[in-house]
């Protein structure tokens, strides 16, 4: 039962563009979501998090939106650079539970 | 401040071994959660501890324990190894167990022959 998933397991965008990352719940009790970073042989790295009770949260080059009538997020990056080249995972937490449920992944590639 | 930090980083062990994996979270970060993450079931939770104690586990058997120490270190343990077993596991901290972000160490990768 996959309560979190990214339905694009890849994505390529032209650098200086915007690179737009979806992600999908199921579970209406997610009340806190994060979109982490991984390059191989690496662990995640956080990126930018937002609370259900928001519907937008931005820092620097990265916006997330929420829109939890769809059950819905996206990780918007603008502009896409080189080193964005990297698969993104987006995950939901539930009230103070740290489990981490993650998606399956959206590897983005930024070409030149 | 330094990252989480996993050893060893990678391991090479045989069936039916058990295997023990170390994490030094962040310094001042009390909480400890492990994941497991194989091409084909991604990520996934196996437990969490906070002041030693075990808070959250996850849909894993029992040859998958785990214990925290008194100055926030943890080990993982996986006994009687299966191939399927053969993973990255992950290690992340965060300052309490009510924290929201988690910060994930490079890994160890475990491969069972």
């Known amino acids: 039962d996959q309560q979190v998933k990214q339905n694009s397991p890849s994505l390529s965008v032209q650098e200086g563009r915007i690179s737009i990352l979806n992600c999908d719940y199921t579970?209406?009790?997610?009340?806190?979501f994060l979109w982490y970073k991984k390059y191989p042989a690496e662990g995640p790295t956080f990126l930018i998090s937002?609370?259900?009770?928001?519907d937008k949260n931005e820092d620097g080059r990265f916006t997330v939106f929420l829109n939890k009538s769809a059950k819905h997020l996206s990780l918007h990056i603008v502009p896409s650079q080189p080193g964005d080249s990297a698969v993104y995972f987006c995950?939901?937490?539930?009230?103070?539970?740290?489990?981490?449920?993650f998606g399956t992944g959206t590897r983005l590639q930024v070409t030149l | 401040k330094a990252g989480v930090t996993q050893t060893p980083r990678y391991l090479i062990k045989t069936r039916g071994q058990q295997v023990t994996l170390s994490c030094s979270p962040i310094s001042g970060h009390r909480s400890v959660s492990w994941y497991q993450q194989t091409p084909g079931q991604g990520l996934q939770f196996l437990f969490e501890?906070?002041?030693?104690?075990?808070?959250n586990k996850g849909n894993f058997p029992g040859r998958f324990s785990g214990r925290q120490f008194s100055n926030s270190r943890s080990e993982m343990n996986v006994s009687t190894l299966e191939l399927g077993d053969s993973a990255l596991y992950l290690c992340a901290s965060s300052p309490t167990s009510a924290s929201r972000e988690q910060y994930f160490g490079p890994g160890t990768r475990l491969t069972v022959t």
């Open positions: 501890y906070f002041s030693e104690t075990q808070r």
């Open positions: 995950a939901a937490l539930t009230g103070t539970a740290s489990k981490l449920t």
């Open positions: 937002i609370s259900s009770i928001k």
């Open positions: 579970n209406s009790m997610f009340d806190y």
